[in-house]
């Protein structure tokens, strides 16, 4: 890396980018501490003890931190009752004042507990989505602004020994930052940065700072280029990573995996919140999880230095790749279904979404279904659909190598000896020896070729980027298919290990097709997690996408019974993304780029968006799911559910 696009220790060593460390009460963060654990409660802050008993929960299930939100200064000062009551019941842990437009409460907040939170795209400013074009003049006129606003509670921070995180959101970003810099990772951090100036020109430093997104390109370039600006600036302030209306269950889980997984593989990250449309004490176990994996990661098996890199850490850009089959080019990401310990047939490819229907004589397919199946040495004794090839031994292959839907698999050592190949399409293992091997450079010319890239390395994204970057400065553009394997894990893990693996890669611009080895899990739950990695990770969209609030004591509505409903009536939505937010203040803007939205705008009312534009307000809420589907079906693209 160079200094332009530096933004960890090493692309290759891993080791934590080591930040200063702030005191947050009796837990302090960044250092040389631990990833510290966090989450944030949702009942009313008003309701003490209902607020005190959440956050017991949360800390018995491992959070080390609560945040609580404070939206008037009425629930900032009632945080002083919450505080004494966990006090007096033996918990000290520390407490977040959670603030979105209201300086006074933030102020108040400052005094009591350990810890205030602030937007930076809405403490001052109310946003109006107003699309103003600001002179150098008038800019410099609203940093002033800022000043003057933030400075007393930065101030009050100082005097009572606050820490202060400053979280920008993709999504709430000020009218003045988006008219300058777009809703961008740069516009981002200009966003916290504008704020972080303040403070350091008060000598205030005890500052955490985070760049959620829902959108985990955006959130992983965020932080890494808020990592760049840190350095070329001189600071070294922690990171709260989190990915911000990631939604529920697993693709919650897979979304939260893959944003904050592929930062703290590079060394990134101090304390970290899931968030989860689920109670909060079930987030605690997913961000412990993630956060173990890199307990001994320093010991890792040692990966060739690079001395540049062949991908911008900072925009999104697919590295190309030649079409070979169905693979590379403009194809989506190929799945592969490891099917080589199953019997090869019909009741076994429907499992994965592939159902051969006698009576028609064709094949009904999943948006699901894998693209090829490897079968190990066994024969394909069915015929296969159109859509599904079949990756076969090459020992095997050899004895019929003209079945044009059955290609062969190769050890690297395989392929270089091997007299005869397939004219159409060739799978070749490799690993970094190979790669670095003398011989290697004469697979350039192979163009029937898909590389798989395996590793055993506990670094393994690592090492895995420095195969493909090796691979792109030498100037192969075969396919590439990213293949792991676990062993011994319990399917929560290989989830989460998964999803930050092979997400990160994709999110770097890597990989034209994805396979998991295991022999512990069935092909149809990896399968599943295959397609909801793609689609975590923005490359291949298989399924609705909802952009669901954690809820908090703003919320408005039961955010998980509501968003089962929604996706209950729209979970065949190809594509669509959802917004279900729970509540108006910052609803709108936490859910930036969904299709639709559900919002609520106050007791048993909703207001239905789509995309930033409100359409129907105060839409009683036995009906507003009816109404969220009208709208749908206004633009034309509702399709009716299939039979089961
Ligand atoms: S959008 Fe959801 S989590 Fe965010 S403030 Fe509103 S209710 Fe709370």
Known sequence: MTTNNKYCNSLTSYSRFKTREVKIGNIPLGGNNPIRIQSMTTTFTMDTIATVEQTIRMVES?????????????????????KDELRKRGYNVPLIADIHFTPN??????????????????????????????????????????????????????????????????????????SRYGDTPLGMVESALEFVRVCRDLDYHEIV??????????????????????????????????????????????????????????????????????????????????ANRYKNRASHKEIPETKSISYDPFSYLKIPSIPVNNFGDKNSPRVVADLSKSEITNDTLSELGLTYLPALDKWNLGDQAPDYIFVGDQNVEIALPESLDAIQNYNVWL???????????????????????????????????NVFSEKFDGLVDEKRAVFIVKTDNIHGYSEQRRI???????GFQQPVIIQREYKGLSFENLRLYSATDIGGLFIDGFG??????????????????????????????????????????????????????????TGHLKGVK?????CIVNGPGEMADADYGYVGSGPGKITLYRGKEVIKKSVPSETAVDGLIDLIKEDGIWIEQKEA
């Open 512 to 569: 034209d097709g994805v396979w998991i080895k295991n022999i512990d899990i069935s092909t149809k739950e990896i399968n599943r997690v295959l397609f909801g990695i793609l689609q975590a990770a923005r490359v291949r969209i298989s399924k609705t996408e909802y952009i669901a609030c954690p809820s908090c004591g703003r919320t408005l509505f039961d955010l998980v019974e509501v968003t089962n409903k929604i996706r209950e009536r």
């Open 62 to 82: 491992g959070c080390e931190y609560v945040r609580i939100t404070a939206p008037s200064i009425k629930d900032a000062k009632n945080l002083k009752n919450i």
């Open 209 to 290: 700072l985070s760049m959620k997104a829902s959108n985990t390109q955006v959130m992983v370039q965020a932080y890494r280029l808020l990592v760049n600006h840190m350095i070329a600036e001189g600071m070294d302030y922690p990171l709260h990573l989190g990915v911000t209306e990631a939604g529920d269950g697993e693709d919650g889980r897979i979304k939260s995996a893959v944003g904050i997984g592929t930062l703290l593989e590079d060394g990134l990250g101090d304390t970290i919140r899931v968030s989860l449309t689920e109670d909060p004490e079930e987030e605690a176990p997913v961000a412990i999880a993630l």
């Open 399 to 433: 004895k019929n190598p003209d079945n044009h839907k059955i290609h062969p698999i190769f050890s690297y050592g395989e392929f270089t000896n091997a007299d005869k190949k397939s004219a159409h399409l060739n799978f070749i293992e490799i690993t970094i020896d």
């Open 105 to 178: 409460a933030a102020e108040e907040a400052a005094r009591i507990i350990e810890k205030v939170r602030v937007n930076p795209g809405n403490y001052i400013d109310q946003k109006k989505f107003q699309q103003i074009e600001y002179t150098d003049a008038e800019y410099e006129a609203e940093i002033e602004r800022i000043r003057q606003r933030f400075s007393p509670l930065v101030k009050i921070c100082k005097e009572y020994g606050t820490a202060m995180r400053i979280g920008t959101n993709h999504g709430s970003l000020s009218d003045r930052i988006m």
């Open 468 to 474: 493909f970057n090796e691979l792109t400065i030498k």
């Open 578 to 582: 959802i917004g279900i937010m729970g």
